[in-house]
T-cell receptor, first 110, second 113 residues
């Protein structure tokens, strides 16, 4: 199975700033998804972008997908303390099976 | 719907004991996945079911691991015998349709001592 890889892995920002995370993958995908995980909790789906889409927005989230470079980015605008969490990209490589990256830890300082 | 429900939330057991983790998917979802999360290996897919049938168990690490889905509303992941290296958080997730998002349970934190 393939593995997404996020970069950078740890990010500390001030409340109100934007946070950007990148993800790369190796093989063809059906879609790419981003999830959030708060400490000790399950994963919460944030946004899904299909392989034929280039950009998608959801509230303060913006995701881009470049299938030629096999990469994606997640932008969180106007960050809040409540955005403090780990963020994972996951590629659907068929039949809804997900390959996850190692995750980005984001700390938003009030 | 209450979402994906996993039990127990925490399990501490001694090496060699049998461990059974349980999952109730979201009603109407036809695919169920078991994932394991560790610091070293991150999130890994262990096995998934489609319409209660195991489709891909290539991620199951050893024969000590087994999973069943006797009906659309219940699945178990069993480890027998358990070993300290099985310590991890085990997640169950369900999906309602092709190419849609997964809904994860809160996970079971397993500690084998």
């Amino acid at each position: 199975s393939q593995q997404g890889e996020e970069d950078p892995q740890a990010l500390s920002i001030q409340e109100g700033e934007n946070a950007t995370m990148n993800c790369s993958y190796k093989t063809s995908i059906n879609n790419l998804q981003w999830y959030r995980q708060n400490s000790g909790r399950g994963l919460v789906h944030l946004i899904l972008i299909r392989s034929n889409e280039r950009e998608k927005h959801s509230g303060r989230l913006r995701v881009t997908l470049d299938t030629s470079k096999k990469s994606s980015s997640l932008l969180i605008t106007a960050s809040r303390a409540a955005d403090t969490a780990s963020y994972f990209c996951a590629t659907d490589y068929g039949n809804n099976r997900l390959a996850f990256g190692k995750g980005n830890q984001v700390v938003v300082i009030p | 719907d209450a979402g994906v429900i996993q039990s127990p939330r925490h399990e501490v057991t001694e090496m060699g004991q049998e461990v059974t983790l349980r999952c109730k998917p979201i009603s109407g979802h036809n695919s169920l996945f078991w994932y394991r999360q560790t610091m070293m290996r991150g999130l890994e897919l262990l096995i998934y079911f489609n319409n209660n049938v195991p489709i891909d168990d290539s991620g199951m690490p050893e024969d000590r691991f087994s999973a069943k889905m006797p009906n659309a509303s219940f699945s178990t992941l069993k480890i027998q015998p358990s070993e300290p290296r099985d310590s991890a958080v085990y997640f169950c997730a369900s999906v309602g349709g092709a190419g849609t998002e997964a809904f994860f349970g809160q996970g079971t934190r397993l500690t084998v001592v």
